[in-house]
């Protein structure tokens, strides 16, 4: 089987950390490696993260999500890096569908799921149109599939061959588009995976 490391920047996320915490531990299949990379956290995050023992912490100071992500990418041992945010809240299935996915498509190199989100504060009322809404019209800009941060996973091999030109600097581009535009010019398939589902309040 394919062996797969979680990567989650965090800034001041102790209002979310410990569902997503949650919903690692609770998987079919547990990631082989979980790293939560701490982007300057001042509140309560990394205490609580330092509960998990199956989650490593690794410090990267350049504060943004574009370096944050870059450490934990460059830090990971496997041979699929997953990539979620610290309010995302997986399926108990997610890790499973990564791999499966992976084993049985060859061909592809990257993978992005829906995200079922707050519609409705007061009811706590979540669906699946706001990161529908974000695909099509992502999507139809590119003219391509890119990934979300929040729900995505990519092949390591593939973070090596883009590593040197990615950029770090969310104020020129999103991280999750850049990467996905730099595997795209390389002939690297991305696919939505339909089965691939997250929940999260953003």
Not at 76 to 105: H, M, P, Y
Not at 142 to 157: C, K, P, S, V
Request: net charge neutral.
């Amino acid at each position: 089987m394919l062996t797969l490391t979680l990567v989650i920047p965090v800034f001041n996320e102790e209002r979310h950390i410990k569902a997503c915490l949650d919903s690692i531990k609770n998987q079919t299949v547990m990631p082989t490696e979980v790293i939560v990379v701490d982007n300057n956290c001042t509140d309560q995050t990394i205490d609580i993260v330092k509960t998990y023992p199956f989650v490593r912490v690794v410090k990267e100071t350049r504060q943004g999500r574009g370096w944050a992500r870059t450490a934990g990418f460059d830090a990971a041992n496997c041979q699929i890096i997953g990539r979620i945010d610290a309010d995302s809240r997986l399926d108990r299935d997610w890790v499973e569908t990564v791999i499966k996915t992976f084993q049985s498509q060859p061909e592809v190199f990257g993978q992005t799921g829906l995200g079922r989100t707050l519609v409705v504060r007061l009811f706590k009322i979540y669906n699946t149109f706001w990161s529908q809404a974000y695909y099509w019209y992502v999507h139809s800009s590119f003219r391509l599939i890119t990934m979300w941060g929040a729900n995505m996973a990519i092949r390591r091999e593939a973070w090596l061959q883009v590593r040197p030109y990615v950029c770090n600097d969310d104020r020129i581009v999103h991280e999750d588009q850049d990467l996905s535009l730099l595997m795209a010019v390389r002939g690297m398939i991305i696919i939505e995976n339909r089965k691939m589902f997250i929940t999260t309040e953003g």
